[in-house]
């Protein structure tokens, strides 16, 4: 009859080391992903140093001006959250991006002033990491497998939203709807072909408001207009990079009062989509 306690003991003993070594095996795993998503400045970046610049051709009109986003922080350390189950892990990226936003205004044929608002947006993203090789691994076998389009909102206000974008060209027709829910694989981005000629639709709840999609052509960022098409619909037609490679592009709305009242908040959301410029097979 004293046998019993002592296999309970041990039975206990056992399911606590086992339980402990499972622990510890998921910090580790939680370490590795982390490592390797702080070291991936490529696709975890979401945010630029700076917009158009008030000297460059590139800054488009407004009517009355041009605007421009100056320099931005970020925060100290971005937000990682990480879910791993089995040979999976989940993570979710957040960041907060400080800046001001510049206008230069005509108030009359040879008169302009500049105004200034503060920019505070919060960036998040989303991407799946897969167990590809042995947890000897100095990464623990871990390898980005796939990653969602970035999702940027004003945090200073915030009332305009994008409801779902759309890409055609005589290539393709891709219809995009919710941003942080919609995974590409690393390996098998969208592509484009060298300055194949796009048509993109964005469908918003802004009726009266502004839209740009915004590209890097080299090291230059490019920034093009949508035109109005009423009831929250916007357009606008864009030859992709020649260059191949690794790219992104964002889709910026804002309210109008956001350049044109230089009392109203600065009020934005923009959706980043990473693709690649590739020659068709």
Known sequence: MRK?????????????????????????DKAAV???????????????????????SLAKDTTRGIWWRGPQTH???????????????????????????????????????????????????????????????????????????????????????????????SLRDILIVGPLDTYYWVDSLVAFTPGEKLDITLYTNVTDGYAWLHAFWLWVLVRLPFQSQGDGVYTGTWNAQMIEGFRFAIFDLMTKTTLMDPVAPYDQTGWLLPYKIQTAE
């Open 75 to 169: 925060d100290s350390a971005p937000v990682i959250e990480i879910e791993v189950v089995g040979d999976s892990a989940w993570v979710g990226w957040h960041q907060h991006n400080y800046g001001e936003i510049y206008h230069w205004v005509r108030i009359a044929t040879d008169t302009a002033v500049k105004w200034t608002k503060s920019l505070q947006e919060a960036v998040r993203l989303n991407a799946i990491y897969r167990r590809e090789g042995k947890d000897t691994d100095a990464d623990r076998g871990w390898k980005l497998k796939k990653i969602s389009l970035a999702y940027g909102v004003s945090e200073t206000a915030n009332t305009v939203r994008i409801d779902s974008l759309r890409i055609h060209s």
């Open 34 to 56: 982390r490592a390797l998503v702080e070291a991936d400045t490529a696709h975890f970046k979401a945010g630029t140093s700076g917009d158009s610049t008030e000297n460059t």
């Open 4 to 28: 019993a306690p002592v296999l309970i003991l041990m039975f206990v003993f056992v399911a606590i080391f086992f339980a402990s070594c499972k622990k510890q095996d998921l910090d580790k």
